[in-house]
């Protein structure tokens, strides 16, 4: 038995910053008029650099966003933040296209990821929280986010752009038709999404969390000074958004997040949606 994926939403891709792209699809939430991106990024410098490799869901258009870009025999990099099937959907596919990259990942991610990928020893390249990657024309830092659903979750930040691939970090629902930036969401949908989402699918250990500690992590985040926050979860943030959102970060542990759907709910969904 096989269910078919809703067809995600194509967003064609957003220039963020001076070559810098976002890739985009977003995702129809199940039972709500919401949806959800599914984000990478392709920085096209000197040694062109893929972040993270969408989903199967989103294949074709993946490969065409992406490949539109940026010529498959150009790219030197892939570098994956962390290992769930929404950042890895086209990792095969983009290694096999993509002859002279290495894959960018860490010794955690080499084991979580071995059962799945045959992944080629010998293009491999690991890099830690808090190392560097030199792609060439720019210095790329790995900086962990302060809410992640993998241990090896890295950021990818940008100095030469100050644009910082967060992860799944400030992941938040949009409206069933899809929205390019933060700016764009009602404010209480873009505090209560963000709440509802770190809290009931990204870190339910937040609120277990030592508050003094995770500060320091959110500062450490806020002392990049970031132009552009953009990640696999949310529109852009960029702007005065960038101060808002890592504001809504801060508060994470200590926040009350709405309740999540429940059988309840589902029963409801079904009743509405599955013919008898
Ligand atoms: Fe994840
Ligand atoms: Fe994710």
């Not at 498959?72 to 933040?81: C, G, L, P, Q």
């Amino acid at each position: 038995m096989s269910f078919d994926p809703h067809p995600p939403i194509h967003q064609p891709p957003l220039e963020v910053a001076p070559e810098t792209f976002l890739i985009r699809s977003a995702q129809p939430a199940f039972g709500a008029p919401l949806s959800v991106n599914l984000n990478s990024l392709v920085i096209r410098g000197a040694e062109p650099v893929i972040v993270d490799t969408g989903t199967v869901a989103n294949r074709d258009h993946w490969l065409d966003d992406v490949f539109s870009l940026v010529d498959a025999t150009d790219v030197r990099w892939i570098v994956i933040s962390h290992d769930d099937d929404d950042h890895t959907g086209n990792l095969a596919e983009a290694m096999e296209r993509c002859p002279d990259a290495t894959l960018v990942v860490n010794w955690a991610a080499t084991e979580r990821m071995g059962a799945s990928f045959g992944l080629p020893p010998g293009r491999l390249r690991w890099l830690d929280h808090g190392e560097s990657l030199d792609v060439g024309d720019r210095v790329l830092r790995a900086l962990r986010p302060p809410v992640y659903d993998s241990p090896t979750t890295r950021g990818i930040f940008d100095p030469t752009t100050r644009v910082y691939w967060a992860s799944d970090a400030f992941a938040t629902p949009m409206p069933g038709a899809p929205v390019d930036a933060v700016d764009e969401l009602p404010a209480p949908m873009w505090a209560e999404g963000f709440a509802l989402f770190h809290h009931h699918a990204l870190a339910p250990w937040l609120a277990l969390v030592d508050e003094t500690r995770y500060a320091a992590e959110v500062a450490n985040l806020r002392a990049l000074r970031a132009e552009v926050i953009v990640a696999a979860h949310t529109p852009v943030i960029r702007g005065g958004s960038v101060a808002q959102a890592i504001d809504h970060l801060a508060a994470l542990p200590s926040t009350v997040p709405p309740p999540h759907p429940d059988q309840q709910a589902l029963t409801a969904i079904l009743a509405n949606t599955v013919p008898a």
